[in-house]
């Protein structure tokens, strides 16, 4: 890839291989929680393996687990380009779901490609402008922007909820306040051949044009020169508000449109099913992949995987469900203290004689 | 006479050798100090002076090699060991700690510390101390309230309250005005005179230690090369084991007139990063071809006008006029006013230090094309071409141009910085301690590209602590002291006392 092309080899190597050392050891220590109930290890990950890509059962249900994960991790790895840590990959999809049911609600009886663009439309900018706030408030009041946008996953959680309890609830929905369906006419098709719907590929779609927008385009790379060093920045007149609302909102946008695809692709509605934790876990997606975005697509799918694996050990070694979120935050604790690693490592054959 | 205190005692460093990696640091470096002397070490940066000291002071443990403290060799793993054993240093920037009292400073340094303090003891011990000491430091200011020749004495009395005996000063005069510095190394001189003390002093500076140290020695690439006596080896001698075979470059001769007013700065403040008032009111004009000078002790509000000026720091107040137009710092104007800086520190200010040499040389023209299509498109590739050519040109030592600007040694770094400033056109360039922390060689070269910008009609703003440099390059000198400008002179005909009055406040 023309961009790692330009480190020395050794960054390169570092850069996968830490991740890596970290997501193996993690998965030791998986195996171990789960030796204590009584599961051989050799057995969990043969079944982890089976359950996540073991047929093409199994890997379509990875992909479709995958897809809002390639957009949400976005909100994290974008704006770590210009050194900030934002969290609030939730709220921005909590938020574009929303969105993008009220537009369909309101366009409701045109034609389905024009309201489907709406919807998009209305969830990439609910999003945007969300986490947009986070850059405001950073650059102009100097919040710190992972206490900001983690705060406002609660906002929207919350905002949602008042207006899917409230204004928007469809009289019908009972014992689930939701907002009407958006009818089948609107929803998102699969991908033909497959049962993956179409928004996995705007997430692959999507990972490949800010990658494309960081490494190629004048506005990527002067939003690394502020992350790389912000006064030398200033020192050469790079306007730094700017390129921190726009990064941001772009950050934004991108969860905002995975919500849409979960309104359109998979609930047909927004209601309380939206708040999952794929925003959470974007962040560890985005993490693992070293905030790179390209890196993200085959992060995702591994995290796909284990998260679709986790219906086949609830089935056959009687692990609850929430077995995989242990592995998700056991990953995440050894991402974390794995960074200690970075430049400490002495690789045989990188070193001088 | 202090009573009762331990003897002063001398130091014998043996075939010290240390290594950093592939590194060389010292190469069997062997130094006698004897006690009650003062003795310098000289050597440009990077000789390894700090790294000997630091070996000394336990910091390091040299790979090979013996340190002989009186006549016991003693192995000294740990700051807390050499102070133990009576060793103190005195670092080039104050370590006292700003919002405590001078008293509390004194009582901080302490190894051992009870639970609860006896406030009345330990201000009576301080009061006997101060009797026996021929001069005094306020003891109920807090620390951040003394001047810097004030806190230089502090930090030397703190030491010699602590029981130390043998000092090491690293670069003392640095940030003392020329007055200040006389004062205190005639005062270090006496007592290495009376016996209480013994003085090791790392300095670059040739003419304090002719005219205070007893002996010299010269360190040069790690290798002690010479030293003596200094009634017997005299400065030409000392500068010429200082640099070896190194090519100096000679600075280029002052020519042209100064033509039009570019740079007009009018009332000029800037906060610092507390909101306090850090400069005020400052108006220099600097005509084209013309080098101004500003100098300063460190911490008088230069830091705040030279970063008002490159775009780092809002000003709070007054106005910039580049070639009549009101200039902003904003990214257009400074391409259209050819408006360039060489601020302090280039790693920390004008580069990133993960990027690429190529990449932090197309930093000021990475939008435009070639390297930029439309104001948008950017083609990476197109910016080895042109770091290429600086690289050359400027003689930049990198193993590549995609190594991170971070990895090249100090002289290198202001090499591209200076590259990529100077490069093109220059109408105005303001300068910042363009020199500190580099060799000699550097530091001629950086000189002479400065003067040579100025013959080719920049106006240059030269902002700077070392007042050699000073009075070497520029046309007109103002003072900066408390955040104002207190005096101007025409270079050729000031002097350094008029000027060091001034920089004191007086």
């Known amino acids: 890839m023309p961009v790692l092309a330009a480190k020395p080899a050794g960054a390169i190597v570092e850069a996968i291989l830490i991740p890596a050392l970290a997501l193996v050891t993690a998965l030791l220590l998986f195996g171990v929680f789960c030796a204590f109930r009584g599961v051989a290890p050799f057995e969990l990950y043969a079944l982890m393996f089976q359950g996540g890509f073991g047929s093409w059962f199994s890997w379509q249900n990875t992909l479709i687990r995958a897809a809002p994960l390639l957009l949400t991790a976005l909100c994290t790895a974008l704006p770590a380009q210009l050194g900030m840590v934002v969290i609030g990959g939730e709220g921005a999809f909590v938020l574009g779901g929303l969105a993008a049911a009220s537009a369909a609600i309101a366009l409701h009886g045109a034609a389905p490609l024009a309201v489907q663009l709406a919807m998009a439309a209305a969830g990439l900018l609910a999003g945007g402008l969300w986490i947009a706030m986070v850059g405001a408030l950073r650059q102009y009041r100097g919040v710190n922007e992972t206490i900001s946008s983690l705060l406002l996953v609660y906002i929207a959680i919350a905002l949602l909820n008042h207006l899917v309890e409230g204004p928007l609830r469809d009289p019908g929905s009972l014992n689930k306040p939701s907002t009407p369906p958006i009818g089948d006419a609107y929803m998102l098709a699969n991908i033909p051949g497959t049962e993956v719907h179409w928004g ?35 020192v050469v007149g790079l306007p730094i508000g700017r390129l921190v609302l726009g990064i941001t909102f772009l950050a934004g946008a991108a969860p905002g449109l995975a919500g849409m695809v979960e ?35 085959p992060v995702a799918i591994l995290m796909g995987g284990i998260s679709a694996s986790g219906g086949l050990l609830q089935r056959r070694l009687g692990l609850p469900d929430a077995a995989t979120l242990v592995l998700q935050g056991t990953v995440f604790m050894c991402l974390l203290g794995s960074e200690v690693l970075h430049g400490r490592l002495s690789l045989p054959r990188l070193q001088r004689a | 006479m202090l009573d009762p205190t331990p003897p002063t005692f001398g130091i014998e460093a043996i075939s010290v050798t ?58 000294i793993d740990s700051p807390r060991t050499a102070h133990e054993l009576g060793l103190g240093m005195v670092y080039q920037h104050f370590t006292l700690v700003p919002s405590m009292t001078v008293a509390e400073n004194f009582v901080l340094g302490k190894t051992r510390l009870p639970a609860v303090l006896n ?9 006997a101390f101060f009797a026996a000491m021929p001069f005094r430091v306020p003891l109920d200011v807090p620390a951040s309230g003394l001047a810097a020749g004030e806190k230089q004495k502090a930090e030397i ?13 690293d670069e003392p005069t640095s940030v003392l005005t020329p007055n200040e510095a006389d004062e205190m190394l005639g005062l270090l001189k006496r007592m290495t005179r009376d016996g209480r003390l013994t003085v090791l002093m790392i300095t670059h500076k040739l003419r304090e230690v002719m005219a205070f140290a007893d002996e010299v020695s010269v360190l040069r690439r790690g290798r002690h090369v010479g030293g003596g006596r200094v009634g017997e080896i005299g400065p030409r001698e000392c500068a010429e084991l200082m640099l070896g075979n190194a090519e100096i470059r000679r600075l280029t001769d002052r ?29 220099v004009t600097v005509r084209a071809g013309e080098i101004v000078g500003i100098a300063g002790v460190s911490g008088n509000g230069q830091r705040e006008l030279v970063e008002a ?47 690429s040499v190529a990449e932090n040389l197309v930093m000021r023209d990475f939008d435009r094309p070639p390297f930029a299509f439309g104001g948008w498109w950017l083609r990476p590739s197109s910016f080895r071409a042109a770091a290429a050519r600086l690289v050359e040109r400027y003689r930049v030592k990198t193993s590549s141009l995609d190594a991170p600007i971070g990895t090249l040694s100090g002289g290198n770094v202001q090499r591209c910085v200076l590259a990529r400033e100077l490069g093109g056109e220059v109408a105005v360039l303001v300068v910042a301690n363009p020199c500190f922390g580099l060799d000699m060689a550097a530091v001629a070269e950086i000189h002479a590209q400065l003067m040579e910008a100025r013959n080719r009609g920049a106006a240059i703003l030269l902002v700077s602590e070392d007042l050699d440099e000073l009075l070497e390059l520029s046309d007109r000198i103002f003072v900066m002291f408390n955040g104002r400008l207190v005096h101007e002179a025409a270079a050729a005909t000031t002097d350094r006392v008029a000027i060091g009055r001034h920089m004191a406040g007086h």
């Open chain 2, 157 to 169: 009395t703190k030491q010699l309250y602590l029981g130390r005996r043998f000092l090491i000063l």
């Open chain 2, 119 to 127: 406030w009345r003891e330990e201000l009576a011990r301080l009061e």
């Open chain 2, 255 to 283: 020519g042209g007139v100064p033509g039009a007013p570019m740079l007009e700065i009018a009332g000029l403040s800037a906060d610092d990063d507390r909101g306090h008032p850090a400069c005020r009111g400052i108006d």
């Open chain 2, 18 to 75: 240390k290594r950093f990696g592939g590194f060389t640091a010292l190469d069997q470096v062997s130094l006698r100090v004897r006690p009650g002397s003062f003795h310098a070490l000289l050597g440009e940066n990077g000789a390894g002076k700090s790294t000997l000291v630091k070996c000394i002071m336990g910091y390091y443990r040299a790979d090979a090699g013996e340190i002989i403290l009186g006549d016991q060799q003693q192995v």
């Open chain 1, 200 to 234: 996995f590929a705007f997430g692959v779609v999507v990972c490949v044009l800010a990658y494309v927008l960081i490494h190629h385009t004048v506005f990527g790379f002067s939003a690394r020169v502020v992350g790389g060093n912000a006064r030398a920045a200033k």
């Open chain 2, 309 to 355: 000026l490159d775009g780092q720091r809002p000003p709070s107040g007054g106005t910039i006029r580049v070639h009549g137009k009101l200039y902003h710092a904003r990214r257009d104007e400074m391409h259209d006013a050819r408006f360039y800086c060489l601020p302090e520190e280039p790693l920390r200010n004008a580069c990133v230090a993960s990027m």
């Open chain 1, 263 to 297: 309104v359109a692709a998979v609930d047909g509605q927004a209601n309380g099913t939206l708040v999952a934790g794929y925003g959470y876990t974007g962040i560890l997606v985005s993490f693992l992949a070293r905030h790179h975005p390209l890196g993200i697509i």
